[in-house]
C-alpha cells in the first residue's frame, strides 16, 4: 500500500495514500479515549465526540448535518477507549468541502449550554438503550472487572451521573488539552493527488497551533487476580464471558494471538468452539472470541450465550478446548491451513475501504506507519507450531481466565 506523510508547521501529521476509487475517505484520529478523563468525567470524551456536531463559530447544528448530506456524503464520529474518529466520505470533486468542515468541527466547535442540556438526555438515552442489550453491556463489565480500579475499564458512553455535571467549560477544557495538531493525525484515502491535499491542509488546518498544556500521562492497569462473577438479571437465558489479558499494539507475539483467537473462535464456521457448542452439541446459537490491544495492555474473551441449564456443560466444552491449544500442537498442515483462512479473511477485509482509511489512521496514530498487507501475510508465514503453543499457555491458561455470568 503506498503512501506518505507530510507534516505541517504546528505538529499536525498528514497521512495520504492514494485509490483509483472515485470516492475519498478523510478525517482526524485524535489520540484520546475514555482512559483520559477524570474520575468526575466518565463519559467525557463521548460527550465531547457528540457535541462537536452542535455549533461552530460559523455553523449550527442543522448547517453541520446538511454540509456533507447535500452532497450525498457523509460525517461520522467514533470514540474508543484510546482514541477519537471524526471523518467524511465523500465524492473526490468534494474533498475541500470535506476538509474545510472537518477543520471547523474539530477546532472551532462551540459547545452551547443549549445543546449541552439537549445532548446529555440523547446519550442517557443511549446508555439505558445499551443497559437493555446484556449480550453489548457484558464485554464493557468484563473489562471493568479485568482492568478494575484503573481508567481503560470504564465504559466508553460514561455514567449518567457523570454526565449531568458537564458543561461548555467542561468540553472546552477536555479540547483545548487534547484536540491539538500534536495529539491527532489526519488521514486521507482517495484519488486526489497528495499536492492538492497538502495544499488544502495548509490552508485549512495551519489556524490550530501547538499546544501550551501538558496531556495527562496514562496509567497502566496493574495486575489484578482473576475473578469469577455472576450477576442475577432476571434474563431468559444466560450472557457469558471468559477471557484474560491480551497483548497490547507493540507485542510480537500480537499476530501469534490473533491467530490463536482465528482457530478457536474467530468468524469462520469452523472454528473451534463453534463446532464443539453448536455444530456437534446445540447448546448456542452463536459463540466467539475477539481480541483488542490498547497501547499497554489487551483484551482476550470467549462470548457465548445459552440456556441457563447448559452454561455450565458450555464452560467444560470451552475450557476443554482452550486445554487442546495449551497442551497439543498444531501439526504442519492445521497451521498452514489456519494461515491460508486467516489470509483469505484479512485480503477479504482490506476490500472494505471505510475500515482501510480507519486502520490507516489509528496505525499512523500509534506507530506512525502502515503494515501492508503483504508484510502481515510474511509475518504470518513465520509462525510456528511452537510459538503458537507457548502464546495459548501465556494467555489461556485456566488460573489467569477470568468469568462474568449475566443470568
Not at 449531568?164 to 484515502?189: A, D, G, L
Not at 488546518?205 to 501550551?212: A, C, D, I, M, V
Not at 503494515?371 to 485456566?398: C, H, M
Request: charged content about 25%; proline content about 2%.
Amino acid at each position: 500500500m503506498q503512501y506518505e506523510i507530510i507534516s505541517l508547521d504546528n505538529g499536525l501529521r498528514i497521512i495520504w495514500s492514494p485509490s483509483v476509487s472515485p470516492v475519498s475517505y478523510c478525517g482526524f484520529a485524535v489520540n484520546v479515549g475514555t482512559r483520559d478523563e477524570n474520575n468526575n468525567q466518565w463519559g467525557l470524551a463521548h460527550f465531547v465526540e457528540h457535541m462537536l456536531f452542535k455549533g461552530t463559530k460559523k455553523r449550527k447544528s442543522w448547517h453541520i448535518l446538511n454540509r456533507m448530506e447535500n452532497v450525498g456524503g457523509e460525517l461520522n464520529a467514533y470514540t474508543t477507549k484510546e482514541e477519537t474518529f471524526i471523518y467524511t466520505i465523500s465524492l473526490a470533486e468534494d474533498i475541500e468541502r470535506s476538509m474545510e468542515l472537518l477543520s471547523d468541527l474539530v477546532f472551532n466547535s462551540q459547545f452551547p449550554e443549549s445543546e449541552i442540556e439537549k445532548e446529555k438526555e440523547v446519550v442517557i438515552d443511549e446508555i439505558n438503550s445499551y443497559k437493555d442489550n446484556p449480550s453489548e453491556l457484558i464485554y464493557d463489565d468484563f473489562e471493568n472487572l479485568l482492568f478494575k480500579g484503573n481508567e481503560i475499564g470504564h465504559h466508553i458512553l460514561g455514567e449518567e451521573e457523570s454526565l449531568k455535571h458537564f458543561n461548555s467549560s467542561t468540553c472546552h477544557s477536555f479540547v483545548r488539552s487534547y484536540y491539538v495538531p500534536e495529539n491527532m493525525v489526519f488521514f486521507f484515502f482517495g484519488n486526489t493527488p497528495l499536492k492538492k491535499i497538502t495544499r488544502l491542509a495548509h490552508k485549512h488546518f495551519l489556524e490550530s497551533k501547538l499546544s501550551t498544556s501538558s496531556i495527562k500521562s496514562r496509567i497502566s492497569p496493574e495486575i489484578v487476580a482473576p475473578v469469577k462473577e455472576k450477576i442475577n438479571k432476571n434474563l431468559h437465558q444466560s450472557h457469558v464471558i471468559i477471557g484474560s489479558r491480551g497483548y497490547d499494539y507493540h507485542n510480537k507475539n500480537r499476530l501469534g494471538l490473533y491467530l490463536l483467537n482465528n482457530i478457536i473462535g474467530g468468524p469462520g464456521m469452523n472454528s473451534r468452539l463453534n463446532i464443539s457448542l453448536r455444530e456437534k452439541n446445540g447448546l448456542v446459537y452463536s459463540i466467539e472470541s475477539g481480541l483488542t490491544s490498547y497501547s499497554d495492555t489487551g483484551v482476550f474473551n470467549i462470548y457465548f450465550g445459552a440456556d441457563h441449564d447448559s452454561v455450565e456443560k458450555c464452560l467444560k466444552l470451552t475450557y476443554k478446548e482452550l486445554k487442546k491449544l495449551r497442551e497439543t500442537k498444531l501439526s504442519s498442515s492445521q497451521l498452514q491451513a489456519s494461515i491460508k483462512q486467516l489470509k483469505g479473511q484479512l485480503g477479504i477485509s482490506s476490500d472494505q475501504k471505510e475500515n482501510v482509511a480507519l486502520s490507516m489512521g489509528k496505525s499512523f496514530l500509534h506507530f506512525n506507519k502502515y503494515e501492508t498487507l503483504q508484510e502481515v501475510y510474511r509475518r504470518l508465514d513465520l509462525l510456528t507450531p511452537e510459538k503458537l503453543s507457548e502464546i495459548a499457555n501465556e494467555i489461556f491458561g485456566e488460573e489467569k481466565l477470568f468469568l462474568l455470568i449475566y443470568n
